[in-house]
């Protein structure tokens, strides 16, 4: 299944962001994108805020 997840950034402002992930479910698709974002901008787990995840048809 396809998940868009949404949050923010919170160092040095906030930055935020919208990305797909294949996941089987909401906690996983989310748990992907803090894991590809914090090694993408070398930020710690606990900087990332997920604000909502919604499923794509």
Known sequence: MKFS???FVARK???KFKI???ASNEKHA???V???IGSKQGV???AIRI???NKVD
């Open 34 to 36: 803090i894991t590809k």
């Open 30 to 32: 989310a748990a992907l």
């Open 20 to 22: 797909e992930a294949e």
């Open 44 to 46: 710690k787990k606990n």
């Open 5 to 7: 997840v949404e949050g």
């Open 51 to 53: 604000e909502s995840v």
């Open 13 to 15: 402002g906030i930055k």
